[in-house]
């Protein structure tokens, strides 16, 4: 649906967590909103906004945005919108703790190339462990705090580096808040230029590196896929999925005003078969009901079953990251399904086992400093420099963190994992690591640090300026 602007108290409207895509009780995740912070954001710079409604929003607003370090410890808090590579393999460690030989003389089968294997009754649906925001039992013991604490530190490091209008693509802005979701910030025009939401720019359209997401076709919304861009279709929605964006938060181009919800409709008449739909499958899971059913633009009838199915049909190895992401859409859709107490029948029975296949298999080829293969899932490897182990530990370290049971969180093989990821940047934090690999590296800590530790989204930035206040008072 479209709907041209006539007024803009939409500023006034924040960006508002959404589905709680990691809620074991279902409840949503709420986070504070400036409004006077959202209508500056979201209306300076922005290409295509017209200079009237900016006057008009700073009426509304007040004075400037404030050029101090929301991360400082003697400024006030200030919250963002949140209403709106070859060396030869070592010899690996398995979980059952036999050490085994060098990756290639001893087969390991992935779970898509076996056959033959019956498909097993559906499961009774396990209790559920424990709140979204409670500290699981194990996060109370020493270690475990120690460990709270370095992921903190690293989420504070990293938080701190904004990316910047001129520099950074589309492609490069939306990875920078897979990670800290609504409370990411970007630098307009230069590294040190003022600060403005992430995700309020990108879905304002705004251009960076010169390239914008979004364009018009006869009125209708659109979305650009290749370099700089989308990697693949249904992505920058997947990207507002994981942020847990609100379906109703607003979108702009070419002075027209849509929503999330017209992109989710876009993302759903543009499912077709024999593609990749990796990224649809997280995004569209995230917004609609698990028995949701639609039509595509060719009058072809779809569902979350058939879009599993399509899904289950390509192989693991040789998709993007090493498969890790074709993993958490199939893990995203089961997990979604079981908050929702949907029925574990044909597709869904057979993702959910997929899934638990490959936990088994991930693990079978985890080295023993806690890295995951340098092979992907392709077999073991322990090879590479830091770059390609933030690359594959860091995206495998993501799909576990999130689609594991949460109770399984405190596995020592887990826990070794993310002491591995957690130490790797912040030993390297001067390293100019990529974009994409820091940004999954950096969420697979902010699951962990959510799930195992309770902390919240969306109240990052307030949190560092307590933690720097509380420092600077000792």
């Known amino acids: 649906m479209i709907r041209t602007v006539f007024s803009i ?26 409004v006077k912070q959202v209508n500056e954001e979201l209306v300076s710079n922005v290409t295509g906004d017209d200079e009237a409604a900016k006057a008009s929003v700073r009426k509304v607003s007040g004075s400037e945005d404030s050029a101090g370090d929301p991360l400082s410890a003697t400024d006030e808090e200030k919250p963002g919108p949140t209403s709106l590579d070859k060396s030869t393999p070592k010899t690996a460690q398995v979980p059952s703790g036999k050490a085994v030989a060098p990756e290639g003389s001893r087969k390991v089968v992935p779970p898509d190339e076996k056959s033959g294997e019956a498909v097993p009754k559906a499961k009774s649906k396990k209790k559920k462990s424990g709140g979204a925001n409670s500290p699981l039992s194990v996060a109370r013991s020493p270690k475990m705090r120690q460990l709270r604490n370095k992921i903190e530190n690293v989420l504070e490091i990293y938080y701190r580096r904004h990316l910047n209008s001129k520099e950074h693509c589309p ?4 990875h920078s808040f897979i990670a800290y979701g609504v409370d990411t910030q970007v630098r307009l025009h230069r590294p040190g230029g003022r600060r403005m939401n992430a995700i309020g720019l990108l879905c304002y359209n ?54 999330v919800s017209d992109l989710i409709e876009y993302e759903k008449t543009t499912c077709y078969a024999g593609t990749e739909l990796t990224f649809k499958l997280i995004a569209l899971v995230h917004y609609l009901p698990t028995d949701c059913q639609w039509t595509n633009d060719r009058g072809e009838n779809w569902d979350f079953q058939r879009l599993v199915q399509e899904e289950l049909a390509q192989p693991v190895r040789g998709a993007a990251c090493g498969g890790t992401h074709r993993l958490m859409g199939l893990s995203y859709a089961v997990r979604t399904r079981e908050n929702q107490d949907g029925e574990f029948i044909g597709e869904w029975q057979r993702a959910k086992q997929f899934v638990e296949e490959y936990h088994k ?5 985890q080295n023993r400093d806690g890295s995951f293969s340098s092979n992907w899932f392709k077999g073991r490897g322990n090879w590479g420099d830091v770059h390609r182990k933030i690359e594959t530990t860091g995206h495998t370290l993501e799909w576990l963190v999130y ?7 405190g596995d020592s093989r887990v826990v070794k994992s993310v002491d591995y990821l957690a130490s790797l940047l912040k030993n390297n934090r001067y390293v100019d690591f990529k974009v994409g690999p820091r940004g999954h590296g950096l969420h697979a800590l902010a699951l962990y640090e959510h799930r195992v530790f309770g902390k919240p989204f ?5 949190r560092f300026a307590r933690r720097n206040r509380r420092a600077a008072k000792k």
């Open 403 to 409: 689609s594991l049971p949460r109770e399984r969180l």
């Open 458 to 462: 969306g109240q990052r930035r307030q």
């Open 361 to 365: 298999y991930a693990f079978s080829l």
């Open 9 to 34: 108290s939409v500023f006034g409207v924040g960006l508002v967590v959404g589905n709680d895509w990691l809620s074991e009780s279902g409840s949503s995740v709420l986070a504070a909103a400036s």
């Open 206 to 259: 705004g251009r960076t590196a010169g390239q914008q997401i979004f364009y018009l076709s006869d009125g209708q919304l659109r979305t650009k896929t290749g370099p700089g861009v989308q990697g693949h279709e249904g992505q920058f929605l997947a990207m507002l999925a994981q942020s847990r964006v609100q379906s109703d938060y607003p979108l702009r181009v070419g002075g027209v005003e849509f929503s």
């Open 171 to 174: 492609w490069a802005i939306m």
